[in-house]
């Protein structure tokens, strides 16, 4: 390769020289962690940047947006650098560039939705782990390798077979929806996919999120409903989900569903139990949890790990010994029984909640703690918060909390989104509580509840460290 098809496969602009500054490595790398021969892709660079990549013998950079003097000092340096329209599409490159060099007879399985990615995402991983099989899979529990708009993804690859040795199993988890201050990377699951090569797609559901890069379901479905276009072979389909049954796939598809689909020969459903071509996979006392939305979690796995040709008997054991990822409906305490899920949206909150209250003893409280999404904008919040006023319950307590004391500058509640909560809960009469932080978030829940009640704590960054803070508190 040489910088000139590289920059025409990216519709990127060469400023600076034409020749790569030094031989290519075959890596894509941040600029903090880049060495001589590496790629660099940012989203914005400026002069010190090109500075310091040519300092480092960088091979060349690649960014959307020059700024502060980056195009004047590449020419200065003859520093090659290559300006993109879209930074998602040299993401999308290194991706396929990193697969194909350094995975290229790997299987690889992308997962995509709005909603049970990671759980799907985790549980396929450690189904194919666990049956001996060489996996890697950009889902942990810290969600911080979940995203593909930078060369986070690209780079792990890369390092992970140069480290460790080839790879039989790619597991990517993909956004539905993906954007760069505040503008649509539109096709972005589409892109993604097709730079996987993925034999295997799983689409979870089709919900409302990220509202601001999208505003209406159909602009998610739009952004969803290419992705099969993209798959070589197998698409595993939420039967139950409406809007994922019209998304238009020739794959060879497998379909899941909380209730027997008996007239479909590619089908894993749930009756009490995990049932697949008229066989119990897996009994109702062998899945590692039973609440609605996580059993829907693992027909999707279970439909991927199908599709891949795994051994039926290697599935089971996979499932029955898997521990879920951080905050996904995970019992943090007994008494009170606390719960912590990651429910961030309209339909997790609704589905969490639900599920939760069938395990509130009778008589007892269901004591809620929900986080604003901070700097997340009105909208998403009112969705939210109204997620909350149609699931709400007469043995229900509600406490609010803005997580000032746990949050950064990119998750600070502002007044509005706080504005937003306070009237759609006053104008449909539903007390609340509010506290500035989490830890009087917590320590108010914790200390109204008694040991027989149950504690639900839903939301996204601001309610991230609440299992920490507990600890201080029980």
Not at 394 to 408: A, C, H, P
Request: proline share 3%; net charge negative.
């Amino acid at each position: 390769m040489n910088i000139q098809d590289l920059a025409n496969s990216i519709n990127g602009q060469i400023k600076g020289s034409d020749n790569f500054f030094t031989d290519f490595t075959g890596r894509f790398l941040f600029l903090n962690n880049a060495s001589k021969g590496d790629i660099v892709i940012r989203h914005w660079i400026d002069e010190k940047g090109v500075e310091i990549s040519s300092s480092k013998e960088i091979s060349c950079l690649i960014t959307q947006n020059p700024k502060d003097g980056a195009l004047e000092k590449a020419e200065e340096l003859n520093f090659p650098l290559i300006v993109v329209d879209k930074i998602e599409l040299a993401s999308a490159y290194a991706l396929k560039h990193a697969i194909s060099n350094f995975s290229p007879d790997s299987k690889n399985v992308i997962i995509t939705g709005t909603n049970g990615k990671s759980t799907t995402s985790h549980l396929i991983y450690h189904i194919l782990d666990n049956a001996g099989f060489r996996v890697f899979t950009n889902t942990d529990s810290e969600s911080e390798f979940n995203t593909l708009i930078d060369p986070m993804v690209a780079n792990l690859i890369a390092s992970e077979v140069i480290e460790n040795g080839p790879l039989d199993y790619l597991v990517i988890e993909v956004s539905e929806v993906q954007g760069w201050l505040g503008n649509l990377m539109k096709n972005h699951a589409y892109m993604m996919a097709d730079a996987v090569g993925a034999d295997v797609g799983v689409i979870t559901n089709i919900a409302m999120d990220h509202i601001g890069l999208v505003n209406s379901i159909d602009e998610v479905f739009d952004e969803i409903r290419a992705v099969p276009d993209a798959i070589k072979d197998s698409l595993i389909l939420n039967h139950d989900d409406e809007l994922v049954m019209k998304v238009e796939s020739s794959k060879n598809n497998y379909y899941c569903s909380m209730s027997p689909l008996e007239d479909s020969k590619q089908a894993v459903y749930y009756d009490n139990g995990i049932i697949y071509d008229g066989e119990v996979i897996l009994k109702d006392e062998e899945l590692p949890f039973n609440s609605y939305h996580f059993i829907q979690n693992i027909l999707s796995a279970v439909g991927a790990c199908i599709a891949l040709g795994i051994d039926v008997e290697d599935i089971r054991k996979g499932v029955k010994s898997y521990k879920s990822l951080n905050r996904r409906f995970s019992r943090l305490n007994e008494k009170p029984l606390i719960v912590d899920d990651f429910a961030h949206n309209p339909d997790g909150i609704k589905a969490t909640i639900k599920e939760t209250l069938k395990i509130v003893p009778e008589g007892k409280k269901l004591h809620v703690a929900c986080s604003i999404r901070g700097s997340r904008g009105v909208d998403i919040n009112r969705l939210n918060v109204e997620a909350l006023v149609e699931s709400y319950s007469e043995n229900m307590d509600l406490t609010i909390s803005s997580s000032i004391d746990v949050v950064d500058n990119l998750n600070t509640v502002t007044p509005e989104e706080k504005e937003v909560f306070f009237n759609t809960l006053n104008k449909n009469n539903i007390d609340f509580k509010h506290f500035d932080t989490l830890e009087e978030t917590l320590k108010n829940v914790c200390g109204s509840a008694s040991d027989e009640d149950v504690i639900l704590l839903i939301g996204a960054q601001g309610m991230d460290p609440a299992e920490g803070i507990l600890k201080d508190i029980l």
